[in-house]
């Protein structure tokens, strides 16, 4: 289900030649040649006044309303811009929906070749990076704030200094660039001063995959897996449906794969071997819990077996089992297979496993592998040692933060300080902002121009759908004032990049870029490579306790720690919001007498680590797994004090698995604010399960005193929890979408969290390997709801297109609705947590979405405000709403397509198909109150293949 | 005169001239100014910052505050079955027991209405329960059983203080004529209603009296029904459940003649009005917290019975987590606190010791609380969706409002007792001169 299409805009372009700008703007049209400045003041309209008057500190700036609405504006009505956000240095295509200049949600680009308007939290959430109070504003020197104009001059020093050394001693460290522009200008850069070097640090990025690629193809290639082609896959530890960068994409394409198998076209199988528990393992019709030592051996007795060896000896019994039966799963689909080891494991397992799928005729289908779509730098090492020979004179980190990202022991640390002047261009005043004597702000993707590609190298253009709201500056601006440029503008530096290639045609295609959101035709060509020899697969040493550090699924490797929503969104396995734990196997716990919650301590030569205890079902016994990205010192408000710093436990070397010395009680206790505590299902069918093809049986008919009515249109929602992997996404977009506040880790510990959408987890099983379910639970809108017999002020009432409504301004504040409420869906303002908001979180509200006051109690509304649009736009048009023309927020954000939303009244409609669909179930179905959400029931491996 | 000043019967007219114990009374005073200033100041942060102060969450969103209201409605209902049941039957013995009980009443009405106005997420619009006309063209939602209940209780309240005030007309008029400042003659001829004691005064008193005796019996088992449909009428496992009306009523009227018992005890010791709270009454108050107990019992036999008995997991999920989860110390306490001590009431002996009374009454009082507690968290705490399970605990703002909930009760009770007549002294006086016409008969 993707949304309907919006019309999509352009940023507002200075170039009074194009002809669309003329159509959208004909105010503009008739104006001479100006400057983009003067056109952004002019249009006020969409970008510097009313709303954002209380964000913008520009100094030349006067906010005033509308006295004469700009031609075209019509206040109210939203604009959506196709543009893009980064995560790790790649795209995240997106449309943004503005109100009066300000953007307030962002969805997916259900054009863009790789996403397809897929998208994940970390897209959701881009949102309030851009508005995150806590930017950078102004630049700074010796961590005390200074002035563009000193800035400036420090930079015209500095080019003057490398124009007469040619670059010797300067170096430029980045995280992952695939920003054309950008990398124009650093070859600009290289080009003016060859004595200049550049290099890369990107904490959780794809170099270990690359190196792994150089070993398995004798290139270092990039490789991304297609899931939507591959019928079998067997993953060594690869998290491939968990959080990251590739979630939307890989998740998208699961989700298609396990449709068609559902339908009846090839298979959808899904092998496991894993320490510690992911959404992958979640899915897996064998999961097969191995300590991270075992994944070597697991690699070579699956190699084995696809060669007809039988298992190798060296696996125990249920591991040659699982290889066996990986093996002969792999062999029946040949061509459709995929065997893949996770980022973490050795680089030697993740080569064999490219070969593998090689072999297995996987490349060109379930394994794409091209040149890296961008060219890296040198690495993190290489800087450091350069740095302590003293051959840096001039460090300019460009948006990273490596004081924070790398481990406590490397010796980068005290390289760092040994380079005489360190510049630092970041969002945020950070860990590394701090130790530089220059820092100046950048600006957001959102409110800069630029481009970046995503990972098959499709190139979006990034069009500012704001003006910058905290001064910052945009990275080509910043470089191209380094490089001396004439022209500093961001835009121009980005128009210049494609002018060359696109020639002639390069107006109609920049203006097609912008409004399509990305660049058809620019995805890296694939290739495919031979596969070398399998290399030599050592053991690994067994060890007692095995560490494994993973991104977290929130924060990521910490770039995300100010952003309150995130923080506030609940892991997808544990449900912990507000920082991390420590992870242990419920075996580990009985041994030790560890109970959730308790301090630990985590021992590995000398770095240590402190942090909650988390009993964590599935996870091998001897793992323990945390996470990285919380423990920030400093990075605003929200990031700085939650949860303890992973990165210090770390090796110098960076690995992310291996050996511990200890881990000890403190003592002490730690709150974990999870949202759910209980993880069985406690002998109920909240998550149903059935075979492939086979209804579930019919419910049972329960009694009503009257003839239920039939509401037309009646709006309804069904949930596949055989799709739901748990992403959070629908969480995030609900919260955007709205204006849901975030309410601090005490407030969620004692049960506060204002979430309307949740998704619960369930184990069921033993506790060492237990199966694992999700479930969004939004408001059931039920029929016969019990909230709106509870309430004595008829707050909570139902409509006539079955909606069950909720009147804010008529509560007065019982709970009854609450208490009555089976699905506990209902959240209650328990304090003003709105009132003190800064202007920035504001400005980002959804003008559609009552904000609610102290003392109300609110809920999902099926995004109430979006079926009174399409309601308003049928009207206009004297027509019936049509399918799919009414999009939740939670729908539209899914990666999986697993939220379908419509008139049930109507039989045709995608939720009555859906509904009609013999996998359809309500939740709690004794509690007799006829929901409008029902879920589809999650199907079973197939029987005679899972032996 | 002489003869009067023996007269146990005017010496209540007595008290607030010539208080017996002035003393323990400035101490019990003192205490529950203390306990009133704690209310204000826990009010004050409630209204603040919001009811988020206290410790209720999602899923136990009521909490200590709806226990309370529950708890003192409960002991509120005794007053008016003492008083209005034995006055409408006849029994005499009520006269040495009505007033007080009264009193009682109408300040844990209060206390107990202030309670869920407190609760709301925006108290000062609780006035949106009433029905009555308004701008907004809304009318309460009749089928809400707090809609019901808000009536409930306002009638109730209404009923209490207006039942209070008939039955102390005439002694208002007789301490008008007994006093000797001109403030105290002003007051109580204001309060007394130009009471000049004819007969015809006597025949009209007689009838709002009986009247409103009459309408306050049902009353209360309104009252109670409409608080035990807040929970029963919702899906909420462990609350649904037809007995909640009868079994409330039961616990109510337990809890109420527990508080009678410690208040009767307390009084007759404290004002030495042994000849008038005979032994008698004693026995009597030991003889209906004891049935009263025991149709309690039944309560909580024929909940656990028909939750077995329904078959329904849920159900016996919710009972087995009252008996052995989270909160089963409520249970097991309401159940040890109601009804272990209780059995000494058997005994003659127990029943017309005041002391031991007392501390049964005592015991009552805090294992009835105990239940309420049970009842309303154990129904939340874990009820449909495991996922949603969540501990409540209350904050140190709710258990201080509780505190101060009882200064609220005790400083104008303490006032009632310095000031007012605490007994009926003319329908003692009718009591006793019935007797004596009989005896002379």
Known sequence: ?947 | MTDAALDPIDRITRIPGDFPAPRAWWICFGVSLALLLLFLVSVGVLLVFGVGVWGNNIPVNWGLAIVNYVWFLGIGHAGTLISALLLLTGTTRRNALNRFAEAMTLFSVICAGLFPVLHLGRPWLFYWMAPYPNTMTVWPQFKSPLAWDFFAVLIYLIGSILFWYLGAIPDFAAMRDRSRSRFAQVAFGLAALGWRGEARHWARWRQAYRLVAALAVPLVFGVTASYALLFAAGPVPGWASGIFPAYFFCGAIFSGFAVVAIIAVTLRHALGLGALVTRSHLNLIGQLLLATGFMTGYGYAADAFTALWSGDAREIATLHDRWTGAYAWSYWGAVALNFLPLQLLWFRRVRVSPVPLALIGLSVTIGMWLERYMLLVTGLYRDWLVSSWGIYHASFWEWALFAGMIGVFLAPFLLFVRFLPVMSVFELREARHEKREAGHG
């Open chain 1, 1 to 947: 289900m993707s949304a309907p299409r919006p019309p999509l805009w352009r940023a507002l372009d200075a170039d009074p030649s194009e002809a669309r700008a003329a159509r959208e703007f004909p105010a503009l049209a008739a104006l001479p040649p100006v400057e983009r400045r003067d056109v952004l003041r002019l249009m006020g309209a969409s970008l510097a006044l009313a709303g954002l008057s209380g964000c913008d500190w520009g100094p030349d700036e006067t906010a005033m309303p509308y006295v004469t609405v700009p031609e075209g504006e019509v206040v109210g009505e939203p604009r959506f811009y196709a543009s893009a956000a980064l995560m790790a240095g790649y795209a995240m295509p997106l449309i943004g929906r503005t109100y009066s200049g300000r953007p307030v949600k962002l969805e997916g680009n259900p054009d863009h070749p790789e996403w397809r308007g897929a998208t994940d939290v970390f897209l959701q959430a881009a949102l309030l990076d851009l508005y995150d109070p806590d930017r950078s504003r102004t630049p700074r020197r010796q961590d005390r704030p200074a002035d563009w104009a000193a800035f400036d001059t420090m930079l015209a020093d500095l080019r003057r200094r490398l124009d007469a050394e040619g670059g010797a001693g300067f170096a430029l460290l980045s995280g992952e660039v695939t920003s054309p522009t950008l990398l124009r200008q650093f070859a600009a850069l290289a080009a003016r001063w060859p004595r200049a070097r550049r290099f890369t640090h990107e904490p959780l990025g794809d170099a270990p995959r690359r190196e792994a690629a150089a070993r398995a193809f004798g290139r270092p290639l990039a490789t991304r897996v297609d899931l939507a082609r591959a019928e079998v896959v067997v993953s060594l530890g690869h998290d491939l449906l968990g959080p990251g960068p590739e979630q939307a994409v890989t998740a998208r394409g699961w989700a298609e794969r396990r449709r068609a198998w559902r339908a009846g076209a090839g298979a959808a199988r899904l092998f496991a071997a894993e320490a510690a528990p992911t959404q992958t393992g979640a899915f897996a019709e064998r999961r097969l819990v191995a300590e991270p030592d075992r994944l070597p051996a697991l690699a070579r007795g699956l190699a084995a077996a696809l060669n007809g060896a039988g298992a190798e000896d060296g696996l125990s019994e249920a591991e040659a089992a699982w290889a066996r039966a990986a093996a002969a799963a792999l062999a029946a689909r040949p061509g459709r297979g995929l065997v893949t080891a996770g980022p973490e494991a050795p680089a030697e397992v993740q080569a064999l496993a490219m070969i593998l799928t090689a072999r297995l005729g996987g490349l060109g289908a379930t394994l794409r592998v091209t040149e890296p779509v961008a060219p890296s730098g040198e690495s993190l090492a290489a800087l450091t040692e350069a740095a302590e020979a003293g051959e840096i004179t001039t460090l300019l980190v460009l948006d990273a933060n490596p004081l924070f990202t790398t481990p406590g022991a490397d010796p980068f640390r005290a390289a760092f300080e040994r380079v005489p002047l360190r510049i630092h261009l970041g969002t945020h005043r950070d860990e590394t902002a701090v130790e530089c004597q220059w820092h100046a702000p950048l600006t957001h993707p959102l409110e800069s121009w630029g481009d970046a590609r995503s990972r098959d190298g499709t190139v979006s253009i990034i069009q500012p759908l704001v003006r910058p709201l905290g001064g910052g500056r945009a990275p080509a601006e910043m470089l191209a004032r380094l490089l001396g440029e004439t022209e500093t503008d961001a835009r121009a530096a980005t128009r210049a990049t494609w002018r060359e290639p696109w020639g002639a045609a390069f107006e109609t295609r920049w203006t097609e870029a912008l409004t399509r959101g990305f660049v058809a035709g620019t995805a890296v060509p694939e290739l495919r490579p031979v596969p070398l020899d399998p290399p030599l697969m050592p053991d690994r040493p067994a060890a007692a306790l095995t560490l494994v550090a993973r991104p977290h699924p929130s924060v990521w490797d910490g770039r995300f720690a100010n952003n309150g929503w995130l923080q506030e969104t609940p892991a997808p396995l544990d449900k912990v919001t507000w920082g991390g734990v420590i992870a242990i196997s419920p075996a580990l716990a009985e041994e030790k007498g560890i109970a959730t919650g308790d301090e630990l301590r985590l021992t590995a030569g000398d770095r240590r680590m402190t942090g909650p205890a988390w009993i964590a079902p599935g996870q091998a016994r001897g793992t323990v797994a945390v996470t990285l990205g919380h423990g920030r010192r400093v990075g605003g408000q929200v990031a700085a004090e939650v949860g303890a710093d992973a990165f210090a436990l770390l090796p110098p070397d960076g690995a992310r698995v291996f050996a511990l010395d200890g881990i000890e009680k403190t003592g002490a206790r730690v709150t974990v604010a999870t949202t759910q505590a209980h993880q069985a299902m406690e002998g109920h069918d909240f998550v149903r399960l059935t075979d492939r093809g086979a209804p579930l049986p019919p419910e049972p008919a329960r009694a009503s005193f009257y003839d239920p009515p039939k509401p037309s249109p009646g709006w309804g929602m069904s949930i596949d929890l055989d799709a739901c992997i748990g992403c959070n996404a629908c969480l995030v977009a609900c919260v955007a979408e709205n204006n849901i506040p975030v309410v601090g880790k005490d407030l969620v510990a004692q049960g506060r969290e204002m979430h309307w959408l949740r998704v619960d987890r369930y184990h069921a099983g033993e506790p060492a390997d237990p199966a694992t379910y999700f479930q969004p639970v939004p408001c059931m809108h039920c029929a016969q709801a019990p909230c709106e017999m509870g309430c004595p002020v008829n707050a909570t009432v139902h409509d006539a297109e079955g909606l069950n409504l909720q009147v804010y301004n008529r509560c007065i504040g019982t709970r009854t609705c609450s208490s009555f409420c089976p699905y506990k869906v209902r959240r209650f303002n328990w304090f003003d947590l709105t009132g003190d908001d800064p202007p920035e979180i504001r400005a980002m509200r959804n003008p559609e979405v009552t904000v609610r006051a102290r003392g109300v109690m609110e809920k999902c509304t099926y995004c109430v405000q979006r079926i009174s649009a399409a309601r308003i736009a049928a009207k206009k048009e004297d027509r019936p709403i049509r399918d799919g023309e009414v999009v939740t927020a939670c729908q539209a954000a899914c990666p999986t397509e697993a939220i379908t939303f419509g008139d049930m009244s109507d039989p045709e409609t995608a939720v009555s198909r859906a509904k009609a669909s013999g996998r359809d179930y309500p939740l709690i179905p004794e509690a007799n109150t006829r929901p409008s959400t029902t879920y589809l029931a999650r199907v079973r491996p197939d029987p005679e293949e899972s032996a």
